[in-house]
């Protein structure tokens, strides 16, 4: 029977070649998931990072530095993550006259509340829908959308 010692050796091996070819036991131990904590995103400071990237971010062209322009609201203690909480992300998104926030999906579904906008609107898989302030719309995921105003 191997002692204690013999079998430690033998894990800490084990774990080491698993972690070469890309493989983790499940009774590895893992990283306590940080606690959120209770967070207020100030409207005024949202609104006044999201006017002042709308001055320095350009939208739509291939040489642009970003396909879309959004705040995100990031929880304190999710910081890695870049996440809300644990199962939501969100971001306040700014879309300006003449711009198209370019076609694209993704894994999660998505919903946009209207908070500010006129001749704004999303086109889900070819349905276009106009966005004005109070209207709140759904996304299914991996439907294809774009934004445009």
Same mark, same amino acid.
């Given at each position: @029977?191997?002692?204690?010692? #013999? %079998?430690? &050796?033998? %894990? *800490?091996?084990?774990?080491?070649?698993?972690?070469?070819?890309?493989?983790?036991?499940?009774? =590895? #131990?893992?990283?306590?998931?940080?606690?959120?904590? +209770?967070?207020?995103?100030?409207?005024?400071?949202?609104?006044?990072? %999201? #006017?002042?990237?709308?001055?320095?971010?350009?939208?739509?062209?291939?040489?642009?530095?970003?396909?879309?322009? !959004?705040? =995100?609201?990031?929880? +304190?203690?999710? &910081?890695?993550? /870049?996440?809300?909480?644990?199962?939501? =992300? @969100?971001?306040? =998104?700014?879309? /300006?006259?003449?711009?198209?926030? *370019?076609? $694209?999906? $993704?894994?999660?579904?998505? %919903?946009?509340?209207?908070?500010?906008? &006129?001749?704004?609107? !999303?086109?889900? *898989?070819?349905?276009? @829908?106009? @966005?004005? +302030?109070?209207?709140?719309?759904? &996304? +299914?995921?991996? /439907?294809?959308?774009? $934004?445009?105003?």
């Amino acid at each position: @029977m191997a002692t204690k010692a #013999e %079998l430690d &050796t033998r %894990l *800490e091996a084990l774990h080491v070649r698993m972690k070469e070819n890309s493989l983790a036991g499940h009774w =590895q #131990e893992r990283q306590r998931r940080p606690d959120l904590v +209770p967070w207020l995103w100030d409207w005024a400071t949202i609104r006044d990072c %999201l #006017e002042e990237s709308g001055e320095v971010i350009k939208l739509g062209g291939v040489d642009d530095a970003a396909n879309r322009r !959004t705040v =995100q609201l990031i929880n +304190p203690n999710l &910081t890695d993550a /870049k996440a809300t909480t644990r199962t939501l =992300q @969100m971001s306040v =998104q700014l879309v /300006k006259p003449g711009e198209v926030a *370019e076609c $694209h999906r $993704h894994r999660a579904g998505a %919903l946009r509340f209207a908070v500010e906008s &006129t001749g704004t609107y !999303t086109t889900v *898989e070819g349905e276009r @829908m106009v @966005m004005e +302030p109070g209207d709140l719309i759904l &996304t +299914p995921n991996w /439907k294809w959308h774009d $934004h445009t105003n």
